[in-house]
Each structure stands twice: as structure tokens, then as C-alpha cells.
């Protein structure tokens, strides 16, 4: 069973850092054509894709994180993470670690997908 686990999030002071990272379980990313990414949910709000990342390590970003957000993977591929920098008050939500699995295109909406695993999430609270 495919199953990913966030961790990292906790509360910053605006301007500062913090770096996500989810662990997935139950298959080999270098096994599938994939699509992973972060997604944030702030309450009110509706869902946001923040980075995706594919299996040949093409990236995007949301144009609200660009510049601040980086996505990236270990190199065992069992690990993906998202180092925030220059954290914002508008930053606040709840982070999701997003997997689709078999896909040869990749962008948020992928992420997004009701077909694709998620975690449990992690808060992050930017605060002045």
C-alpha cells in the first residue's frame, strides 16, 4: 500500500525557513513514471499546487512561491522536500505531499487529482 508521510512543518517568523520533507512507502519512485509535488490548503481557501517534480527532475512552481520554494529529491528517490525560504504571512496552511503514479505529464493539476496518494499533511504558520 502506497503510503506518504509528511514532516517538517512548525512555526517561523516572516522571513524565515523551514524544509518539508515526505517519505513514501509501498513502491519504488524509480520503478513508475511519476508525478510529485506539494500542495497547501489554508483554511478558507481553496487548494493550491505549490511544486511538482517528475522522475527526469523537470520542476514547476506556483508564481506565488517561485523564487522562495525549491523542490527536490534525495538521491535514493525515497524522499521528497520542499525547502521554504523567505517565508510569508500568506505561506500559512496546511502542506501536502502529492504522488500520481504513471503519468508522463506532470503539473499541478496532477497533484491535485482525487487520483493521486497524499499524506496527512504538516502545518506551517508564518507569523510576524
Known amino acids: 500500500q502506497v503510503q506518504l508521510v509528511e514532516s517538517g512543518g512548525g512555526s517561523v517568523l516572516v522571513g524565515g525557513s523551514l524544509r518539508l520533507s515526505c517519505v513514501a512507502s509501498?513502491?519504488?519512485?524509480?520503478?513508475?513514471?511519476?508525478?510529485a509535488g506539494w500542495f497547501r490548503q489554508a483554511p478558507g481557501k481553496e487548494r493550491e499546487a505549490v511544486a511538482t517534480l517528475n522522475e527526469d527532475g523537470e520542476k514547476t512552481y506556483a508564481d506565488s512561491v517561485k523564487g522562495r520554494f525549491t523542490i527536490s529529491q534525495d538521491n535514493a528517490d525515497s524522499t521528497v522536500f520542499l525547502q521554504m525560504n523567505s517565508l510569508k504571512s500568506e505561506d500559512t496552511a496546511m502542506y501536502y505531499c502529492?504522488?500520481?503514479?504513471?503519468?508522463?505529464?506532470?503539473?499541478?493539476?496532477?497533484?491535485?487529482?482525487?487520483?493521486?496518494?497524499r499524506g496527512q499533511g504538516t502545518q506551517v504558520t508564518v507569523s510576524s
Open positions: 502529492a504522488a500520481y503514479i504513471g503519468t508522463r505529464q506532470c503539473s499541478g493539476g496532477y497533484i491535485l487529482s482525487p487520483l493521486a496518494y
Open positions: 509501498g513502491f519504488t519512485w524509480r520503478n513508475y513514471k511519476y508525478c
